[in-house]
């Protein structure tokens, strides 16, 4: 079974970068055939796409974030991290990291209507706020 896990501080001031980690056990994020996602959902919200990383190391983004987004990865530790620069109380959400799929142009044309079965697994997120 595959498991993931997210990790990183839950509160980050204005303009500085956020950091967040998923740890997967149970498979490999660089040989099983899957896009390693990072999704948040901020409150009274739906999901949102963030983006996601594939088992090649290629990335996709959603535009929204305006390139303020960075995922990578780290297969000896099994690993994949997001780093969201210039951070805003806006972006207060609990982030998910997310196992699925589903490729880049069905998640964008999707935007808005995401569900939590449109991936195969999931982390139990973690609250990230934003504030001084």
């Known amino acids: 079974q595959v498991m993931l896990q997210e990790s990183g501080p839950g509160l980050v001031s204005p303009s500085q970068t956020l950091s967040l980690t998923c740890t997967v056990s149970?498979?490999?994020?660089?040989?099983?055939?899957?896009?390693w996602n990072w999704i948040r959902q901020a409150p009274g919200k739906g999901l949102q796409w963030i983006g996601y990383?594939?088992?090649?190391?290629?990335?996709y983004y959603n535009s929204f974030l305006k390139s303020r987004a960075s995922i990578s990865r780290d297969t000896s530790k099994n690993q994949f991290t997001l780093q969201l620069s210039s951070v805003t109380p806006e972006d207060t959400a609990v982030y998910f990291c997310a196992r699925g799929l589903f490729d880049y142009t069905w998640l964008t044309r999707k935007q808005g209507r995401l569900e939590r079965t449109d991936f195969r697994s999931w982390g139990q997120g973690t609250q990230v706020s934003v504030s001084s």
């Open positions: 990383i594939d088992s090649s190391g290629s990335i």
């Open positions: 149970g498979g490999s994020i660089s040989t099983d055939y899957n896009n």
